[in-house]
C-alpha cells in the first residue's frame, strides 16, 4: 500500500524550461490537493480537486496548471519556470468532506529553479 | 477567504507541556487539524475537532471553541523528538478547500 506517490524527488530547471509534477494516490481519495512549502510560509495551496474532472484554483495558482487525469492521478505543470517557483512541492489526498479524514502527503518533490 | 494565525516559534523543556494555539478566520468552516513535520519530511495528521470541546490521542490533544474561531494542540511529556513544526489547517465545508497556517517550530531544551 503506497499512499501518495510522487515524482521526481528533486528536479532543477533553467528559467524558462517546463515540467509536469506526477502525483498518485491508491487510497481511492475523491479528493487531492498541490502545495508548495517556503521557509516561513507554511503549506501554501496553489490548486486542488474536490473530484474527477473538476479543479479549482487555491492561494498562489499564478504559473500553475493541473490535471486531473483519473480518481488516482493528479498532475502539476509549470509552463515556463521562473526561479520563484523554486519550493518544495507536496502533493496530498483526502476523502471529500468526510468528518476526520486527513491529508495524506507524498514525500515530496524539490524543485530548483535557476 | 480563510486565514489561520499561530506562533512562529514556541520553546518548552523537555517532559513538559505545550500549548500552540491557532485563530482562524474562514467563510465555511469543516473542521480544525493538525499536522506535526519534521524537517526534510512530508507532514503527517496528528489530530481534528470539528466540534467544540477537546479531543486526546495519546499524548496528544487538541482543543476547538468555533464561537472563538479558536483552536490549541497540547502536547504533555514532550519528548526531544516532538522537535518539529506544528501546522493548523481548516477545511472548509463548501468546497472542501484545505488551508494551512504559517506552522510554529516548537523548540526542546534537555
Known amino acids: 500500500n503506497a499512499g501518495v506517490t510522487q515524482t521526481p524527488k528533486f528536479q532543477v530547471l533553467k528559467t524558462g524550461q517546463s515540467m509536469t509534477l506526477q502525483c498518485a494516490q491508491d487510497?481511492?481519495?475523491?479528493?487531492m490537493y498541490w502545495y508548495r512549502q517556503d521557509p516561513g510560509m507554511g503549506l501554501r495551496l496553489i490548486y486542488y480537486?474536490?473530484?474527477?474532472?473538476?479543479?479549482d484554483k487555491g492561494e498562489v495558482p499564478n504559473g500553475y496548471n493541473v490535471s486531473r487525469l483519473n480518481k488516482r492521478e493528479f498532475s502539476l505543470r509549470l509552463e515556463s519556470a521562473a526561479p520563484s517557483q523554486t519550493s518544495v512541492y507536496f502533493c496530498?489526498?483526502?476523502?471529500?468532506?468526510?468528518?476526520?479524514?486527513?491529508?495524506?502527503f507524498g514525500n515530496g518533490t524539490r524543485l530548483t529553479v535557476t | 477567504g480563510q486565514s489561520l494565525e499561530q506562533p512562529s516559534e514556541v520553546t518548552a523543556v523537555e517532559g513538559a507541556i505545550v500549548q500552540i494555539n491557532c485563530t482562524y478566520q474562514t467563510s465555511g468552516f469543516y473542521g480544525l487539524s493538525w499536522y506535526q513535520q519534521h524537517d526534510g519530511g512530508a507532514p503527517t495528521f496528528l489530530s481534528y475537532n470539528a466540534l467544540d470541546g477537546l479531543e486526546e490521542t495519546g499524548r496528544f490533544s487538541s482543543f476547538l471553541s468555533r464561537s472563538d474561531s479558536y483552536g490549541y494542540l497540547l502536547l504533555q511529556e514532550l519528548q526531544m523528538k516532538d522537535s518539529a513544526s506544528y501546522f493548523c489547517?481548516?477545511?472548509?465545508?463548501?468546497?472542501?478547500?484545505?488551508?494551512f497556517g504559517k506552522g510554529t517550530r516548537l523548540h526542546i531544551l534537555p
Open positions: 480537486s474536490a473530484s474527477e474532472g473538476t479543479t
Open positions: 489547517a481548516v477545511r472548509d465545508n463548501r468546497d472542501d478547500k484545505i488551508i
Open positions: 487510497m481511492n481519495h475523491n479528493s
Open positions: 496530498a489526498s483526502s476523502e471529500v468532506r468526510a468528518y476526520n479524514s486527513p491529508l495524506h
